[in-house]
């Protein structure tokens, strides 16, 4: 089932409880290190959430041309906020071409199987000859280990609990707001899925030939909670 609009705009609004943001730059880190070494002048980002991957790229290199695309309307008005060219639109139905596109943190697993399918048709259409597509996956570790569980947090304005199940390759996490209002607190639930892929999949469907791939420890543990992997149009 894919993941609503609705349910990636109650994402959007508490994500910055969530700590994601504390962790990202040691994931962006592996893009940053690899399009440092590259000549490119278009790139976009799918996924592109409140815009943090485009503003720190667009610091460390100053690309001609930069766009995000988002399916949460909330995240695309933070990226626009923030001075960078953002659509609410899915990616196969924009127009253009680039040189690097990239899915950041988690983009690809809130993808089921025959969604990732069409997705990376549509990457490919959307690149030049030669470019390249960016991506990172969780692994099996990290779902098991590091995204489930029961989470509560809040601040002045916000009281959030979250839910999590990892089973048979399915994530759901299962959302609670309640945001103050004027006189009484507002309550929303939604659901997020994120769904297992490997590298191999990934590869296989794409037809690209995978340049990189490497093991990142975002949280320090044992084992790699994601893969950052490159893959090139051929
Ligand atoms: C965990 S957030 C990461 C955001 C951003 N890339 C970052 O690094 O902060 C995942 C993002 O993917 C977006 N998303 C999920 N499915 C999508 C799809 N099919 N097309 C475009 N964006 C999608 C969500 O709305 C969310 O903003």
Same mark, same amino acid.
């Given at each position: 089932m894919p993941n609503s609009s609705?349910s990636l705009? +109650?994402?959007?609004? /508490? &994500?910055?409880?969530?700590?994601?943001?504390?962790? #990202?730059? $040691?994931? =962006?880190?592996?893009?940053?290190?690899?399009?440092?070494?590259?000549?490119?002048? %278009?790139?976009?980002?799918?996924?592109?959430?409140?815009?943090?991957?485009?503003?720190?790229?667009?610091?460390?290199?100053?690309?001609?041309?930069?766009?995000?695309?988002?399916l949460?309307?909330?995240?695309?008005?933070?990226?626009? !906020?923030?001075?960078?060219?953002?659509?609410?639109?899915d990616?196969?139905?924009?127009? $253009?071409? =680039?040189?690097?596109?990239?899915?950041?943190?988690?983009?690809?697993?809130y993808l089921n *199987?025959e969604q990732? #399918?069409?997705?990376?048709?549509?990457?490919?259409?959307?690149?030049?000859?030669? $470019?390249?597509?960016?991506?990172?996956?969780?692994? +099996?570790?990290?779902? &098991?280990? /590091? #995204?489930?569980? %029961?989470?509560?947090?809040? @601040?002045?304005?916000?009281?959030? #609990?979250?839910?999590?199940?990892?089973?048979? $390759? &399915?994530?759901?996490? !299962?959302?609670?707001?309640?945001?103050?209002?004027?006189?009484?607190? *507002?309550?929303?639930?939604?659901?997020i899925r994120?769904y =297992?892929?490997?590298?191999? &999949?990934? /590869? *296989?469907?794409?037809?690209?030939?995978?340049?990189?791939?490497?093991?990142?420890?975002?949280? !320090?543990? !044992?084992?790699? @909670?994601?893969?950052?992997?490159?893959?090139? *149009?051929?």
């Open positions: 609705d705009d +109650l994402y959007a609004k /508490v &994500e910055d409880l969530l700590g994601v943001k504390e962790a #990202a730059p $040691g994931l =962006y880190a592996h893009y940053l290190l690899f399009l440092n070494t590259q000549d490119f002048d %278009s790139l976009l980002d799918v996924g592109c959430g409140s815009g943090d991957f485009l503003r720190q790229i667009q610091g460390a290199l100053g690309i001609s041309q930069v766009k995000g695309i988002d949460s309307p909330f995240m695309v008005a933070q990226t626009l !906020e923030q001075g960078y060219d953002a659509e609410c639109i990616l196969c139905d924009l127009d $253009g071409t =680039y040189d690097v596109i990239t899915a950041v943190f988690d983009m690809v697993n *199987k990732l #399918a069409s997705f990376l048709s549509c990457v490919k259409d959307h690149l030049n000859e030669g $470019g390249v597509f960016l991506c990172d996956i969780n692994t +099996l570790f990290g779902f &098991e280990n /590091v #995204a489930v569980g %029961s989470f509560i947090v809040d @601040d002045e304005d916000r009281f959030l #609990a979250v839910d999590s199940d990892f089973e048979n $390759g &399915e994530y759901i996490s !299962e959302f609670t707001l309640f945001e103050k209002g004027e006189h009484c607190f *507002k309550k929303s639930q939604e659901t994120q =297992y892929h490997t590298v191999d &999949e990934i /590869v *296989k469907l794409s037809g690209f030939s995978l340049l990189q791939h490497d093991q990142v420890h975002l949280y !320090e543990l !044992e084992e790699s @909670d994601k893969r950052f992997m490159v893959l090139q *149009k051929i």
